[in-house]
């Protein structure tokens, strides 16, 4: 309660706001108006009341999910960037709180009046599903899930605003529902098990019934959401601090791995109720979308341990610390590990080779993907660059560039069929893990070959830009007189 009760921050973001009397008005204006359309819509219905009751009830739902996952976002990423655009965050660095309290302050702070709309709406709803002969409960539990979700969407938004990723966490919360459509929700279940809302029949059919899914969401949510705390905590320490620490990265592919896990054992349970007369079964392609989401995961606790090695090392030699190699090559290792996991524990039905050759190939993909990373990275820090252009630009090469070649060539030779990744595309790790997941083919010589080829390159860049730079300390440019 100290965060709310004794926090300045808080406090600030509360005057802003005009205060009580201003948050009232504008709740109370808005209830009026709510009660005014309920009125006028049962005064005028040419449907049953009932009927009208509950599609104002969805209406109310769809309402009370913008004001939690996006107004609230929102307004805390006004407060956030506001405060580091005109240095006010200095000043608040240098107040007796604790970072995790100041990061409660601007949570809790912007989102008062977000807040006091959202309770309008869930007293207003109250009342229309009595109307619609819903019981109370329904309203209740799908409430609860959305201020769940939403709350650990605005500590996720909090992370976001201090990194200055704010943007990106935006656009996705308005992208998501048209990309999860529902012919592609099966490739990756472990999304649909994070977003409680979706998951069985709560909130499309108004069920009060919780699934043991709910359960295993919520929990990972808790893991989620002291991850981002954290992140968001060391940003408004010291602005030059990586948010996420390499283990906290490796924790996000765990958490990631163990819903993708769950939500396969449970599919049935969570898929979204109202859609499974059109969403599919988890399949092959399941695995290789879910396997390739942990990849881009590992991209963080791989990069970062490259500078934590080196940070680590600030006491020994330059040349020493330049070359180290154990933290990442030890992290890019255990990040396969951790993203490989929903493969290791794939439902039988999903095994079409061999479980010990399925799990080869897929070990070797994802091991190929994140050394090579971790060496491309090394080799761009060693001379101070992030490079994130160049990590993104390789993986286009290695995982797009053999399978856009097949596209080509199936395009020239034109001869009326139906496109299908071959033996070029297994080249990539993507293509290779469509072979053992969904083609149920062993990957041919040629396509472990290129693996290793891809790790032998980074290798050979990381010792070309290591040579570059005993070169540059042993003759340092000279000074002009």
């Keep these: ?82 405060d580091i655009a005109n240095g006010m965050i200095e000043s608040h660095r240098l107040m007796p709180l604790s970072p995790t309290r100041a990061v409660f302050g601007y949570l809790l702070g912007p989102t008062i009046q977000p807040a006091a709309l959202a309770l309008a709406t869930f007293v207003a709803g109250a009342f229309v599903a009595h109307a619609a002969s819903v019981e109370l409960p329904r309203w209740i539990v799908a409430n609860v899930l959305l201020l769940e979700m939403a709350t650990v969407a605005w500590i996720v938004m909090g992370a976001a605003a201090f990194s200055n990723g704010q943007g990106g966490f935006i656009a996705i919360m308005f992208i998501l529902p048209g990309v999860l459509n529902t012919q592609a929700l099966h490739v990756l279940p472990g999304g649909v098990l994070l977003i409680p809302p979706l998951v069985g029949k709560t909130v499309f059919e108004m069920r009060a019934d919780l699934e043991p899914a709910h359960a295993v969401a919520f929990a990972l949510h808790g893991v989620i959401a002291f991850i981002f705390l954290r992140a968001a905590a060391r940003k408004y320490v010291r602005n030059d601090a990586p948010a996420l620490t390499p283990l906290m990265g490796l924790g996000l592919i765990a958490c990631w791995s163990a819903a993708s896990i769950a939500a396969m054992r449970w599919w049935p349970q969570v898929q979204p109720a109202a859609l499974r007369w059109s969403v599919n079964e988890i399949d092959g392609l399941t695995i290789v979308f879910t396997l390739a989401a942990g990849l881009l995961l590992a991209l963080s606790p791989v990069t970062q341990s490259v500078s934590q090695s080196a940070t680590g090392m600030r006491g020994q030699e330059p040349e020493a610390r330049f070359a180290s190699l154990a933290e990442p090559i030890a992290v890019a290792l255990l990040a396969a590990v951790l993203a490989m996991l929903p493969a290791f524990f794939a439902p039988r039905e999903l095994w079409i080779l061999p479980r010990g050759e399925a799990l080869t190939h897929t070990a070797v993909a994802l091991v190929t993907v994140c050394l090579s990373v971790g060496l491309l990275a090394k080799a761009l820090y060693l001379h101070h660059a992030k490079g994130w252009a160049m990590i993104v630009a390789w993986l286009m090469l290695t995982w797009l560039g053999p399978i856009a070649y097949d596209m080509v060539l199936h395009t020239l030779l034109d001869d009326g069929s139906d496109f299908v990744l071959g033996r070029i595309s297994d080249l990539s790790p993507l293509g290779m893990l469509h072979a053992v997941w969904r083609r149920g083919v062993n990957p041919n010589g040629s396509a472990i070959a290129a693996q290793a080829g891809y790790v032998m390159l980074a290798a050979v860049i990381l010792l070309v830009s290591y040579a570059l730079r005993l070169r540059k300390r042993q003759n340092p440019p000279e000074l002009s007189p």
């Design 1 to 82: 309660m100290q965060s709310i009760t004794n926090n300045a921050i808080t406090w600030a973001a509360f005057q802003l706001q005009g205060g009580w009397k201003n948050i009232l008005l504008t709740a109370s204006g808005y209830a009026i108006v709510v009660v005014g359309v309920v009125v006028t819509g049962a005064q005028f219905a040419t449907v049953p009341i009932p009927s009208l009751m509950f599609n104002l009830l969805m209406a109310l739902l769809a309402i009370q999910a913008a004001m939690l996952l996006l107004f609230a976002p929102s307004r805390i990423q006004t407060a956030v960037r506001r």
